[in-house]
């Protein structure tokens, strides 16, 4: 039924199914469960227009991964242990499949797939992204602090293209894998982005991004959780407003037309700083 849908017909439908499949993996043994996603990943090489459609569940039957006590638990995991110590984390994997096998499984099968697809993908596409940084969590914290870079480039560097479209799905890729990641990676991803905007139009960009992400999570007082990556935000604002960002000569031709350079988000960043 979901995917006999039409495109652009059907959501509620859509939603439906995608809200049933997630919620019956949530009591699926491990077996179940992992066939279930491999089924996934193998309905997008039959059907790649539905490829959007089955990222969402894929992301749904991921945020209904139920074998371990607590995701938080991965990060214990040391690099030479993972069968001792994964038969510790999860205790609620069928009794016939070990931690280990779960882990290998995240790790070698399911997110290459994903990396594959974002691979492949010549567009933000920020459901790839959500689905990578699901599997990652899932694992042991290296994992994770190994792959997340490649991932925040990626999107950071879409946000240099011309195309308005293209810089805006970048933006909001962004907010959310903050959003999964959490308020204490978002100095990461600052420094990112200052690696990757450096130059000219790009500045502007910078400035006005940084004003995107923060208005997403900055709506109510936080109480001093940006502390620690403060002065580079500051250092952001102060160099959008201060800074000299024509370094070249066709700088203002191409930001005459860019959205990010019409109105400067800078000091609506720092209204945003303050109240928070």
Request: hydrophobic residues 40%.
């Amino acid at each position: 039924m979901l995917l006999e849908e039409h495109e652009g017909k059907g959501e509620h439908v859509k939603n439906v199914c995608i809200e049933a499949l997630a919620s019956i993996s949530s009591h699926m043994e491990w077996n179940s469960y992992y066939s279930l996603l491999m089924r996934c990943f193998n309905e997008m090489i039959k059907n790649p227009n539905k490829q959007k459609l089955l990222l969402r569940l894929i992301c749904s039957i991921l945020d209904q991964f139920h074998f371990s006590d607590a995701k938080d638990s991965l990060d214990n995991v040391s690099n030479k242990g993972t069968t001792d110590s994964g038969m510790s984390i999860l205790r609620r994997c069928s009794s016939s499949v070990s931690a280990n096998e779960i882990q290998t499984c995240l790790q070698k099968v399911v997110l290459p797939k994903i990396h594959k697809l974002l691979s492949d993908s010549e567009k933000v596409n920020a459901n790839i992204n959500l689905a990578a940084l699901r599997v990652l969590r899932l694992l042991p914290g290296d994992v994770m602090d190994s792959q997340l870079p490649s991932i925040v480039h990626r999107i950071s560097n879409f946000l240099k293209n011309r195309l308005e479209s293209i810089r805006e799905e970048a933006r909001s890729a962004l907010a959310a894998c903050l959003k999964e990641l959490g308020l204490e990676y978002l100095h990461f991803i600052v420094k990112v982005l200052r690696s990757t905007l450096k130059r000219g139009y790009e500045l502007h960009v910078l400035g006005y991004t940084l004003n995107f992400i923060l208005s997403k999570f900055l709506v109510t007082p936080i109480s001093g959780k940006l502390d620690y990556c403060l002065e580079d935000l500051l250092y952001i604002v102060q160099n959008d407003i201060l800074g000299d960002v024509a370094e070249e000569k066709d700088v203002e031709k191409i930001a005459s037309k860019m959205k990010e350079t019409k109105k400067q988000k800078s000091f609506e960043t720092l209204r945003l700083l303050l109240k928070a």
